[in-house]
């Protein structure tokens, strides 16, 4: 077996002890898939604006058994009291990657299993494809198999992530998500990755929409300040089914949400929409592929980056037309509004296009606050502070404004607006 | 519709033959043995006369390109190339300096003819003083394989004080120039092609406009592969000082083969103060065959450096031929409030693969960049956009505007945009928008119904498409253009 080295496998050699002797055909072809690719670092293309540096030095054991239970309760109560009738419904709450059955609230008319019980890896996450997923393959301790059963309206789940860390980087978790929409099915799943501290926390979902079925996938990421949160998604939708996602990317101090979405059936549709709002030195990665694999599908995106002090927005978002994808309708937006001179945005809006009949169209913009309409303001008395802050507002308004779910775009609203104003916020 | 019209008579005049340009010169040529080495770029030094420190210059390129790989990241597919395999010396066997054109090789001379540039400019090629009282518009330099044969209407712009020569000839004549410019826009270990025509470039325009000079006429450079084997390794350099301006443009051909020839070339421009450099092209390499034989691979760095406030540079590409395009034409804009631009159309048909687009780094206050890119694919071929736009933390008020539209022609095309916008500065603005459609097929029935064929309608709309770019080409440019565009496409309807 290949050993792994820091120079050829980037932050691979973190993990390596982890990585040694396990079992199980799935976790071994993942450990070779990392062996041979290692952990991607910047001179990949899918990571040239995020790196993996922030991981450190130290190896990354996995989470302590036992965990400070009053903490993850007010980690949990800080998230429920942001909005009101939240605490109410039904919850999954998983604290440093595994499953806090005291803290959770069992469902209705949805069927859960969790991986700890009966581990699986669903099919669209494929350890080859991706790194990260083979690593998470390879470590994955838990995480929530979630079914609606044909016809079946599963009503509104929340995913809690609870990640509580210390003040140096010391350990990982991997939880390993799936969610199976049967025909007809319905369901809002709201995922919220919480925390404080420093840890890395790099779920995987595997989501399949069956035909006609809908899923509102909303994820919220206010990870630990020294945390690092990555994600990724792999969703697979059937006929007429319908994947709607959103990301709001607030807290961290690495942040990256990757969704690849693939219409494998006619008349299929995906959104996949997003608000970055970042301060202080955070780096947060919106990146996409969504897959036009079959005829007539429509996708939307549209994505707005809010960045000030030093931090960082990346945006990659890539739509692939294949050839038997004819009649696609395919539209994408990215725009940034940069609030500080050292802030910084990276934006790849990407069509990669072998089918002829289609429309397919993308668009970025960059900018600062417009002058014009601040002074509009000011000149009607609204004080400075104020004003900059209601052109942010109404800068990711329309963005969430996309969310379907009144409760969950009240919950992003909620979130954002603890941020903080229009200066600087850590 | 005059386009249409003549579109149409320039494909009738073609008949079934697609590149006209397709002929071989059987002409006597001086070949440098095969392969890469020291001693071949010692070789090529000496043929080119070359001072001690312009060898070095090489030999350090050379010793880079050694650890250096070809580049993987463009969306283009190719065997590995041997580049051992190649002469990077072909020159013709040619008197030096013939005094009328009896003197010249008339074989040299037919290819002219054949290339289709009018006669009188014909004889200028060929190295013959213009009779007195004689003016023509466009200076040229033809550019044969390895070496330039003639270079036209010197005497007239030295008299303006612009110097227009061969580089290998400005390497011995102005070496000052030459060393304090060359290799400091697209430094010899820019990149793996560039490192490779840093040490084998063989010979290429050199171009000095001075301080306050508006150039009297175009400046042309007419590049012609011939020889079986060769690669063609150009290196231009345009350097236009405060206050004046140069508008140059490019063409180039080969002859049809089952081989791959590579052409690997440097364009460097500076642009000082108030200076503005218009380079236009029209690439018309050697596209391959129907099922993708042969064909030029086509690997070339070009990037302008505005240097000084206020200046200028425009690229203006229409990008044709090739059976590999691998091309970004950049601006490095320095300068206060200095300008780039970028129009570019690339067509793609059989089985041609284009990767191009161009490169916008703003560095100083106020720049501005345009880019209008425009593709369209056809039969099986590949076409990207690749461009970056980056905003650095000093530039202030700088403004880019990017607009990419793809049309597709057929089903078994491909059609890719992949733009990288990277801003660091809030005071910037950037805006970026991207189509890709078919041609609509509205257009396409209102054409029809007005009694064009299926043929003469697309090319009308493809000709419509591309508008935005062709009008920034130099009139005469213009129109050659149009017609290759309609010949490039032909076969892919109907």
């Known amino acids: 077996m290949n050993t792994i080295s820091p120079d050829r496998g980037g932050p691979l050699a973190l993990f390596s002890q982890r990585l040694e002797g396990l079992a199980g055909a799935e976790r071994q072809q993942a450990v070779a898939a990392l062996q041979h690719a290692g952990l991607p670092t910047r001179r990949v293309e899918a990571w040239k604006y995020t790196a993996l540096r922030v991981l450190g030095q130290t190896s990354l054991s996995a989470p302590a058994a036992t965990y400070d239970a009053a903490a993850a309760r007010a980690a949990l109560d800080h998230v429920l009291a942001a909005q009101d009738g939240l605490a109410d419904q039904p919850?999954?709450?998983?604290?440093?990657?595994?499953?806090?059955?005291?803290?959770?609230?069992?469902?209705?008319?949805?069927?859960?299993?969790?991986?700890?019980?009966?581990?699986?890896?669903?099919?669209?996450?494929?350890?080859?494809?991706?790194?990260?997923?083979?690593?998470?393959?390879?470590?994955?301790?838990?995480?929530?198999?979630?079914?609606?059963?044909?016809?079946?309206?599963?009503?509104?789940?929340?995913?809690?992530?609870?990640?509580?860390?210390?003040?140096?980087?010391?350990?990982?978790?991997?939880?390993?998500h799936a969610v199976v929409l049967e025909a007809g099915a319905r369901l809002t799943l709201v995922c919220v990755q919480a925390g404080q501290g420093a840890y890395f926390h790099n779920p995987v979902t595997d989501i399949h929409v069956g035909a006609a079925a809908a899923l509102e996938h909303v994820t919220l990421q206010l990870e630990g300040a020294e945390a690092v949160g990555l994600g990724t998604v792999y969703a697979d939708v059937d006929r007429e089914g319908v994947y709607d996602s959103f990301a709001l990317g607030v807290d961290g101090l690495l942040l990256r949400h990757e969704v690849h979405a693939r219409l494998g059936a006619s008349r299929a549709a995906v959104h996949v929409n997003g608000v970055q709002r970042l301060g202080g030195a955070q780096v947060g990665d919106m990146t996409s592929v969504i897959t036009h694999a079959a005829p007539d599908c429509i996708s939307r995106q549209t994505v707005r980056n809010v960045l000030d002090g030093h931090a960082r927005g990346v945006f990659q978002g890539k739509v692939l037309v294949e050839q038997i994808a004819q009649k696609t309708d395919g539209y994408q937006m990215n725009q940034a509004l940069l609030l500080?001179?050292?802030?910084?945005?990276?934006?790849?809006?990407?069509?990669?296009?072998?089918?002829?009949?289609?429309?397919?169209?993308?668009?970025?913009?960059?900018?600062?606050?417009?002058?014009?309409?601040?002074?509009?303001?000011?000149?009607?008395?609204?004080?400075?502070?104020?004003?900059?802050?209601?052109?942010i507002e109404a800068f990711v308004d329309e963005t969430l404004g996309l969310i379907a779910h009144e409760g969950a775009q009240a919950l992003c609203r909620a979130m954002l607006a603890r941020k903080g104003g229009a200066g600087e916020s850590a | 519709m005059p386009a249409a019209t003549e579109t149409r008579e320039a494909v009738e005049k073609l008949g079934q033959s697609t590149y006209k340009w397709g002929f071989e010169t059987d002409i006597e040529m001086d070949l440098a043995p095969k392969g890469l080495n020291e001693e071949i770029i010692r070789l090529i030094s000496s043929r080119k006369e070359e001072p001690e420190w312009m060898l070095e210059w090489r030999l350090a390129a050379f010793r880079t390109w050694q650890s250096m790989e070809d580049p993987k990241w463009a969306k283009v597919s190719y065997p590995p190339i041997d580049y051992q395999d190649v002469h990077y010396y072909a020159a013709p066997r040619t008197k030096p300096g013939p005094k009328s054109l009896d003197e010249v090789d008339p074989a040299l001379l037919k290819t002219y003819e054949k290339l289709g540039i009018p006669l009188h400019e014909q004889a200028l090629l060929a190295g013959v003083e213009p009779a007195?009282?004689?003016?023509?518009?466009?200076?040229?330099?033809?550019?044969?394989?390895?070496?330039?044969?003639?270079?036209?209407?010197?005497?007239?712009?030295?008299?303006?004080?612009?110097?227009?020569?061969?580089?290998?000839?400005?390497?011995?004549?102005?070496?000052?120039?030459?060393?304090?410019?060359?290799?400091?826009?697209?430094?010899?270990?820019?990149?793996?092609?560039?490192?490779?025509?840093?040490?084998?470039?063989?010979?290429?325009?050199?171009?000095?406009?001075?301080?306050?000079?508006?150039?009297?006429?175009?400046?042309?450079?007419?590049?012609?592969?011939?020889?079986?084997?060769?690669?063609?390794?150009?290196?231009?350099?345009?350097?236009?000082?405060?206050?004046?301006?140069?508008?140059?443009?490019?063409?180039c051909t080969a002859p049809m083969r089952d081989e791959n020839q590579l052409h690997a070339a440097v364009v460097e421009l500076v642009a000082m103060d108030d200076a503005s450099i218009k380079y236009s092209t029209v690439q018309n390499w050697y596209p391959g065959d129907e099922e993708g034989r042969g064909g030029i691979y086509n690997f070339v760095t070009k990037r302008?450096?505005?240097?000084?406030?206020?200046?200028?540079?425009?690229?203006?590409?229409?990008?044709?031929?090739?059976?590999?395009?691998?091309?970004?034409?950049?601006?490095?804009?320095?300068?206060?409030?200095?300008?780039?631009?970028?129009?570019?159309?690339?067509?793609?048909?059989?089985?041609?693969?284009?990767?191009?687009?161009?490169?916008?780094?703003?560095?100083?206050?106020?720049?501005?960049?345009?880019?209008?890119?425009?593709?369209?694919?056809?039969?099986?071929?590949?076409?990207?956009?690749?461009?970056?736009?980056?905003?650095?933390?000093?530039?202030?008020?700088?403004?880019?505007?990017?607009?990419?539209?793809?049309?597709?022609?057929?089903?078994?095309?491909?059609?890719?945009?992949?733009?990288?916008?990277?801003?660091?500065?809030?005071a910037a603005r950037v805006e970026h928008e991207a189509t890709t459609s078919k041609i609509s097929e509205d257009q396409l029935f209102y054409c029809r119904q007005r009694g064009l064929s299926e043929e003469d309608a697309v090319g009308l709309i493809v000709n419509g498409f591309c508008r935005d770019v062709l009008k920034e080409l130099p009139m005469e440019f213009a129109v050659e253009a149009q017609k290759l565009l309609q010949i490039s496409l032909e076969g892919s309807v109907g």
């Open chain 2, 132 to 251: 007195e009282g004689e003016r023509l518009p466009v200076a040229v330099d033809a550019v044969f394989d390895s070496v330039s044969v003639a270079t036209t209407f010197r005497k007239t712009l030295a008299e303006a004080g612009v110097i227009f020569c061969p580089i290998s000839e400005a390497v011995r004549e102005h070496p000052e120039l030459v060393r304090r410019y060359l290799g400091t826009v697209v430094p010899a270990g820019d990149n793996f092609f560039a490192a490779l025509n840093s040490a084998v470039f063989t010979d290429g325009s050199f171009v000095y406009v001075p301080k306050g000079v508006r150039c009297p006429m175009e400046l042309s450079t007419y590049f012609r592969i011939n020889a079986r084997n060769t690669g063609q390794f150009e290196r231009t350099l345009i350097v236009v000082e405060e206050g004046a301006s140069v508008s140059y443009l490019e063409g």
């Open chain 1, 340 to 391: 500080s001179p050292d802030a910084e945005i990276d934006a790849k809006p990407e069509l990669e296009i072998y089918a002829d009949d289609v429309r397919c169209s993308h668009g970025a913009t960059v900018g600062a606050l417009d002058d014009e309409q601040l002074f509009y303001l000011r000149s009607r008395g609204v004080p400075d502070a104020q004003a900059r802050q209601i052109l």
């Open chain 1, 91 to 176: 919850r999954l709450v998983f604290v440093n990657g595994r499953h806090a059955p005291d803290l959770s609230v069992a469902p209705k008319g949805v069927k859960v299993t969790f991986f700890a019980d009966a581990p699986r890896f669903g099919n669209a996450a494929s350890p080859d494809r991706d790194p990260l997923v083979a690593l998470n393959t390879a470590l994955a301790e838990d995480g929530a198999n979630i079914q609606v059963e044909a016809g079946v309206d599963g009503g509104t789940l929340l995913l809690v992530s609870i990640g509580l860390g210390g003040q140096a980087l010391t350990f990982s978790f991997h939880p390993r």
């Open chain 2, 304 to 426: 302008g450096a505005c240097r000084g406030a206020r200046s200028k540079i425009s690229w203006t590409q229409v990008e044709t031929g090739s059976a590999i395009t691998w091309k970004y034409p950049s601006c490095i804009l320095q300068g206060e409030g200095s300008v780039g631009e970028f129009y570019s159309v690339a067509v793609t048909n059989n089985c041609q693969q284009a990767d191009t687009g161009t490169k916008m780094i703003h560095l100083g206050r106020n720049t501005r960049s345009t880019i209008i890119a425009k593709t369209i694919s056809a039969g099986r071929s590949d076409s990207t956009y690749r461009g970056l736009v980056r905003v650095q933390p000093k530039a202030s008020g700088a403004r880019n505007f990017t607009q990419c539209d793809s049309l597709l022609i057929g089903d078994r095309c491909g059609a890719h945009t992949v733009p990288y916008i990277e801003c660091r500065n809030m």
